[in-house]
């Protein structure tokens, strides 16, 4: 009962709200609250955190964390995202193609890439730059970086009571992970070259400019260089490294830490979404999560309750958007698919959570196999029968 009551509590209990045995605050009303007392960096807020009624998606009434934070943290820097020619270097991305992995956006990963028909460079080695959300990108293959929109806000919604689902839902491409206590929201897997032609660069901390004009993470930040020293990349992320601290709290109200425990031991018994029940850095016992030490290094899946309608910003375009009818829109969403792109891998996300495997090893073994796959050859990769196999695939990767 000691587990249960601290896996449902638990943020209350980091910081301070509610007990194991009763709740010792009055959330019936919105009220104000500091920042530091939630953990979040006071830099990146608009007002101060209210605790606020909300509705679970399960239709559940509870109490949320509202938080409205600035377009980017005022103390925190980021880029550079794309370099200018191929004798400068940027920041990293998650290639998918034919020698998969992270790399640091230069001269080598530009000409690899090129080399399997996305030229992202001139005759003279200025690589394509393009602001999609000013304008469209005029050549075939372009390399992104978005401007700022200063004016933009963001709202988002934290159970502070966390209610375990009765499945975890999956996190595919650019889904809501959750809120960073530098203020900056986490999201999934930014889109893939294969399915736009363009590439949307991430800095060496791992984040980049949503085309609404915002900021956000698409990694845990403060333990990336773990994942840098795993996969051999020459990058450097300025912010302070500690694979052993609290990074965020996700949109189910759980905790985000980094690839070790407290003790700096790896956590052990993760489940599916790399979340287990175990002790954290204030010696409390509860349910989180725990990054990972590859690219992307987040949860993999959420397996708690997110509250409705968590997630929305005054952009006027981009994930969370809904600007008033009326407004003057000048800015763009992002293109479906660039001049010359080509269709994309299909989505394993749902094959690997059923199998029980990462959707990146899951990728490398049908890659491996063959083209097209050759289900006899990864399922024995994969220690399944081809039958489980071939019915956990979307019809795409079915030779």
């Known amino acids: ?41 006071a830099a990146a807020m608009v007002s101060d955190p209210e605790t606020v009624d909300c509705v679970l998606e399960t239709g559940q009434a509870s109490h949320c964390l509202k938080l409205v934070v600035k377009h980017r943290p005022s103390d925190l820097g980021i880029g550079p995202f794309c370099p200018e020619t191929l004798e400068g270097a940027g920041g990293i991305w998650p290639w998918d193609g034919e020698q998969p992995g992270l790399y640091r956006v230069n001269g080598d990963f530009l000409r690899m890439i090129a080399a399997e028909g996305y ?69 999934s897997d930014a889109p893939s070259v294969h399915h736009t032609g363009h590439m949307p660069a991430l800095d060496q901390c791992g984040g980049h400019v949503d085309p609404g004009g915002w900021y956000h993470w698409h990694a845990n930040s403060n333990d990336i260089a773990t994942v840098f020293e795993a ?10 490294q500690d694979g052993a601290q ?22 052990q018994d993760l489940d599916n979404c790399r979340g287990h029940i175990g002790e954290m850095t204030n010696g409390d016992v509860g349910y989180h999560y725990h990054t990972g030490e ?6 993999r899946c959420l397996n708690g309750v997110q509250s409705m309608d968590n997630f929305s910003t005054t952009a006027q375009v981009g994930v969370g958007a809904n600007p008033p009818p009326g407004t003057e829109i000048t800015r763009r969403d992002p293109p479906g698919g660039g001049r010359g792109a080509r269709r994309g891998p299909p989505d394993l996300s749902d094959a690997a959570q059923q199998l029980g495997i990462p959707e990146q090893e899951l990728s490398r073994i049908l890659r491996e196999s063959g083209r097209p796959p050759n289900l006899s050859i990864a399922a024995e990769q994969l220690n ?3 039958a489980e196999l071939s019915a956990a695939l979307p019809a795409r990767r079915r030779p």
């Open 1 to 41: 009962m000691k587990y249960l009551a601290s896996a449902v509590c638990l943020f209350g209990l980091i910081l301070g709200a509610c007990s194991p045995n009763a709740h010792t605050h009055d959330h019936s009303h919105s009220r104000p609250v500091s920042p530091e007392r939630y953990g979040f960096s």
């Open 294 to 299: 590859s690219f992307p290094n987040l949860p």
């Open 231 to 240: 996969e051999s990349v020459d990058a450097t992320c300025a912010l302070e």
């Open 246 to 267: 609290l990074f965020g709290y996700a949109f189910d109200g759980f905790p985000i830490y980094g690839h070790l425990e407290p003790d700096g031991s790896l956590p």
């Open 119 to 187: 030229q992202m460079f001139d005759a003279d080695g200025t690589v394509y730059l393009s602001d999609i959300s000013i304008a469209a990108p005029t050549e075939a293959h372009t390399c992104i970086r978005v401007s700022e929109d200063t004016s933009v806000t963001i709202t988002a919604l934290i159970p502070l009571e966390p209610v375990m689902a009765s499945r975890p839902s999956r996190l595919g491409v650019v889904n809501k992970v959750g809120m960073a206590l530098s203020g900056a929201p986490i999201f």
């Open 384 to 386: 399944v029968s081809e």
